[in-house]
C-alpha cells in the first residue's frame, strides 16, 4: 500500500491543496488504485510557503503548481507520464 498525504494546513490550502487531493482521487478512481494507494490529509508540515506540500510515503514534495504534483504522482505513482 502507497500512503500518498496531502496538506490541508491554510498555507497550502491556499496554494490548490483542495484541488490536488479533488485531482488525485479522480486519478485513484481513473486507474482503479483504490486498494493500492491510500490518500489522506495531514496538518501543516512545517514547510509553508514552498508550494502544496505532499508526500508519497516518506518522500515529501513541494510542488508549485497542482499539475506539477499531478505530474510527479502520476510518474511515481501510476507509472505513466503527462
Ligand atoms: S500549511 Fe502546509 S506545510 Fe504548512
Do not use: P
Request: aromatic fraction near 6%; glycine fraction near 10%.
Amino acid at each position: 500500500m502507497i500512503t500518498v498525504t496531502v496538506c490541508v494546513g491554510s498555507s497550502c490550502h491556499i496554494k490548490g491543496a483542495r484541488d490536488l487531493i479533488k485531482a488525485l482521487n479522480e486519478l485513484l478512481t481513473e486507474y482503479r488504485l483504490g486498494d493500492r494507494v491510500e490518500l489522506k490529509g495531514s496538518f501543516c508540515m512545517e514547510r509553508c510557503g514552498t508550494g502544496v506540500n505532499w508526500q508519497i510515503d516518506e518522500t515529501v514534495y513541494s510542488s508549485s503548481t497542482v499539475c506539477e504534483a499531478v505530474d510527479i504522482f502520476k510518474e511515481k505513482v501510476i507509472g505513466v507520464n503527462g
